[in-house]
T-cell receptor
C-alpha cells in the first residue's frame, strides 16, 4: 500500500528566502504525485501535479516540484517566498488505478509553512 | 462558479445527537469525496462517489456514519449518534473524472468544523 511521509511538520522561513518542503512516498507501482495547499479556514487547493513526463513540474504561485523516482521523493520548492505563502502544504500520492479500481489519493500529514517578515 | 459549497461551516452538538453535513459539488463534476481532517490522523478519505454511486466507502469509520448522494448536485454525510471522537473538520471535494478510475484534481469546499461535546 502506498504511503506519504512529510518529513517536516513545521518550516519557519523569512520572507524572500528560498524554501523546500520535503515529501517521500512508498509505492510498489507507478504513481501520480500532488501538492495541495490549505490556507487558514479554507479547503485544499491543487498547487501542482506529476502524472508523467518531465520530472520537474511547475505549479501556481511560483512553486515547483521534482519527481525523483530513485529516491521516491517529490520535494516542493520556491526560490523566494512571500508572507502570503503562509499555509499548510500537503503532499499526496495515488497509484495508477488497478483493474476495476481507482487511483485513490493518500495525503501526507502536512507541513506548516510560516513566512516571517 | 461558486466552488464546492458545504454547510454548515460550524456545528456544535452534544454527544448522542444526529449530525448532518451537506455538500453541493461544482456543477458538471461527476465525482464527490468526503474527507475528515484531524490533528492525529491527518486527512482521511471517508467515501468516494462517482456518478452518484458509492465506489469506495472503506474509510467510513463505523455504522454510525452514512453518506448519500441522491443527485449530482447534493450529498450528505450523517453521523448518528455522534460521539466526541467524531470532532474534526469534514471536507467535501468534487472533480470531473473521465472515468471512475481517474482522479487527478480535487476541488475542496471550505469544510465543516464539527465539535461534539
Amino acid at each position: 500500500a502506498q504511503s506519504v511521509t512529510q518529513l517536516d511538520s513545521q518550516v519557519p522561513v523569512f520572507e524572500e528566502a528560498p524554501v523546500e518542503l520535503r515529501c517521500n512516498y512508498s509505492s510498489s507501482v507507478s504513481v501520480y504525485l500532488f501538492w495541495y495547499v490549505q490556507y487558514p479556514n479554507q479547503g485544499l487547493q491543487l498547487l501542482l501535479k506529476y502524472l508523467s513526463g518531465s520530472t520537474l513540474v511547475k505549479g501556481i504561485n511560483g512553486f515547483e516540484a521534482e519527481f525523483n523516482k530513485s529516491q521516491t521523493s517529490f520535494h516542493l520548492r520556491k526560490p523566494s517566498v512571500h508572507i502570503s505563502d503562509t499555509a499548510e502544504y500537503f503532499c499526496a500520492v495515488s497509484d495508477q488505478a488497478p483493474p476495476g479500481g481507482y487511483n485513490k489519493l493518500i495525503f501526507g500529514a502536512g507541513t506548516r509553512l510560516a513566512v516571517h517578515p | 462558479d461558486a466552488g464546492v459549497i458545504q454547510s454548515p461551516r460550524h456545528e456544535v452538538t452534544e454527544m448522542g445527537q444526529e449530525v448532518t453535513l451537506r455538500c453541493k459539488p461544482i456543477s458538471g463534476h461527476n465525482s464527490l469525496f468526503w474527507y475528515r481532517q484531524t490533528m492525529m490522523r491527518g486527512l482521511e478519505l471517508l467515501i468516494y462517489f462517482n456518478n452518484n454511486v458509492p465506489i469506495d466507502d472503506s474509510g467510513m469509520p463505523e455504522d454510525r456514519f452514512s453518506a448519500k448522494m441522491p443527485n449530482a448536485s447534493f450529498s450528505t454525510l450523517k453521523i448518528q449518534p455522534s460521539e466526541p471522537r467524531d470532532s474534526a473538520v469534514y471536507f467535501c471535494a468534487s472533480s470531473f473524472n473521465r472515468d471512475v478510475a481517474t482522479n487527478e484534481k480535487l476541488f475542496f469546499g471550505s469544510g465543516t468544523q464539527l465539535s461534539v461535546l
